[in-house]
């Protein structure tokens, strides 16, 4: 299902991980807003819910027109599920917005407009919340803190993944082929005239946050490995200050051996070093690791996702294997 592209269609984009409790106020919600804007489609991607989430997404399309979706074989994540979204998306633009109504959708006109204005990406960012957990803010407010330190990337505190992205940005989102892709940081870098807006985010409808502590730090760790390769240089920097901090101490320890007596004091002193050094080699290891690691998967090129079900009944995915590769061998 490649996404024909529609002029004046308003598409938006909604990534959904057992939420089968907000869907149906959702696209009842997305409607009332969309009416008087013109011609719409709302695209749900289900993220591998286990839930309930693709049977109500079957009925909700059957008695809404505007309504399609994609469900995903298993769970991608929230990323992989926007980016599905954007890459089967048919407007002229597309709105992505989160499914447990955070994102008020009472918003989605004024995005329009901007839009309407000639801004290219409409990017909203969430005024602080009071009510949101500590753990959250504390999160949320050291990712964006350490990703901008960590790379040249202007991102801002709160920005969000409810924005607006006209067809000339979608078309360029499309082109990456990288894999691991961080909207956010994409989004900010890939330019184009921006707008922002501010808004004031609503509590989850229904439901628990999908966010679990674990897919926070993986975004983090994608976010920074996506966009700058400066950790690989602090960890030379790293190994810079031990070999120089060994040298000074090896020249101590000469010059006692030298021109002391009695000189065995040392056993703390070793283990120590032992430990630090071991230490160090672990942290760069560990990093130049991940980069790896990233360039294994990159070079695979694996499908980012894959989709077990669409609304689309005629377009059912059908797998062809792929041409074999002519192969000649280097020995003749
Ligand atoms: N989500 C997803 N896949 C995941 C986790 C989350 O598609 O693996 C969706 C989720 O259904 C919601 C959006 O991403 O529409 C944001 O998630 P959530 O509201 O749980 O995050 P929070 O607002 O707590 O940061
Ligand atoms: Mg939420």
Same mark, same amino acid.
């Given at each position: 299902?490649?996404?024909?592209?529609?002029?004046?269609? &308003? +598409? %938006?984009?909604?990534?959904?991980?057992?939420?089968? !409790?907000?869907? $149906?106020? =959702? *696209?009842?919600?997305? /409607?009332?807003?969309?009416?008087?804007?013109?011609?719409?489609?709302?695209?749900?991607?289900?993220?591998?819910?286990?839930?309930?989430?693709?049977?109500?997404?079957?009925?909700?399309?059957?008695?809404?027109?505007?309504?399609?979706?994609?469900?995903?074989?298993?769970?991608?994540?929230?990323?992989?599920?926007?980016?599905?979204?954007?890459?089967?998306?048919?407007?002229?633009?597309? &709105? +992505? %917005?989160?499914?447990?109504?955070?994102?008020?959708? !009472?918003?989605? $006109?004024? =995005? *329009?407009?901007?839009? /309407?204005?000639?801004?290219?990406?409409?990017?909203?960012?969430?005024?602080?919340?009071?009510?949101?957990?500590?753990?959250?803010?504390?999160?949320?407010?050291?990712?964006?803190?350490?990703?901008?330190?960590?790379?040249?990337?202007?991102?801002?505190?709160?920005?969000?993944?409810?924005?607006?992205?006209?067809?000339?940005?979608?078309?360029?989102?499309?082109?990456?082929?990288?894999?691991?892709?961080?909207?956010?940081?994409?989004?900010?870098?890939?330019?184009?005239?921006?707008?922002?807006?501010?808004?004031?985010?609503?509590?989850?409808?229904?439901?628990?946050?999908?966010?679990?502590?674990?897919?926070?730090?993986?975004?983090?760790?994608?976010?920074?490995?996506?966009?700058?390769?400066?950790?690989?240089?602090?960890?030379?920097?790293?190994?810079?200050?031990?070999?120089?901090?060994?040298?000074?101490?090896?020249?101590?320890?000469?010059?006692?051996?030298?021109?002391?007596?009695?000189?065995?004091?040392?056993?703390?002193?070793?283990?120590?070093?032992?430990?630090?050094?071991?230490?160090?080699?672990?942290?760069?290891?560990?990093?130049?690791?991940?980069?790896?690691?990233?360039?294994?998967?990159?070079?695979?090129?694996?499908?980012?996702?894959?989709?077990?079900?669409?609304?689309?009944?005629?377009?059912?995915?059908?797998?062809?294997?792929?041409?074999?590769?002519?192969?000649?061998?280097?020995?003749?």
């Amino acid at each position: 299902m490649n996404a024909p592209f529609t002029p004046d269609l &308003i +598409s %938006l984009v909604v990534p959904a991980f057992n939420e089968e !409790e907000n869907l $149906p106020v =959702l *696209v009842e919600r997305l /409607r009332d807003v969309m009416e008087p804007l013109g011609p719409y489609e709302i695209l749900i991607i289900d993220d591998g819910s286990t839930d309930q989430t693709k049977a109500v997404l079957r009925q909700l399309s059957q008695v809404h027109d505007e309504l399609r979706f994609i469900s995903f074989s298993r769970n991608f994540g929230h990323q992989m599920a926007l980016r599905a979204g954007y890459e089967h998306a048919r407007g002229a633009c597309a &709105i +992505s %917005l989160d499914a447990d109504l955070q994102h008020p959708p !009472e918003l989605i $006109p004024t =995005l *329009v407009q901007k839009w /309407r204005e000639d801004f290219e990406v409409v990017y909203t960012v969430r005024k602080p919340d009071p009510t949101l957990s500590w753990r959250k803010r504390f999160t949320s407010r050291n990712f964006y803190k350490l990703l901008r330190a960590a790379s040249d990337l202007e991102l801002e505190d709160g920005a969000a993944d409810f924005r607006l992205l006209d067809r000339k940005v979608i078309d360029t989102l499309k082109s990456f082929k990288e894999n691991d892709l961080f909207l956010r940081g994409m989004i900010s870098w890939v330019g184009f005239r921006q707008c922002r807006i501010e808004y004031e985010p609503a509590a989850r409808f229904a439901g628990t946050t999908k966010y679990s502590f674990k897919k926070m730090f993986q975004l983090a760790v994608m976010g920074i490995t996506s966009f700058t390769t400066k950790p690989l240089y602090a960890s030379v920097v790293l190994g810079l200050l031990m070999a120089l901090f060994s040298t000074l101490f090896g020249l101590e320890v000469l010059y006692e051996y030298f021109f002391t007596d009695g000189i065995v004091s040392g056993y703390t002193t070793v283990v120590l070093l032992t430990l630090l050094i071991g230490g160090a080699q672990f942290i760069v290891i560990g990093i130049i690791g991940v980069y790896l690691g990233k360039t294994f998967v990159e070079v695979k090129q694996r499908p980012p996702y894959i989709i077990g079900d669409t609304s689309e009944i005629e377009e059912v995915i059908t797998w062809q294997a792929p041409a074999p590769r002519a192969y000649s061998s280097p020995l003749t």
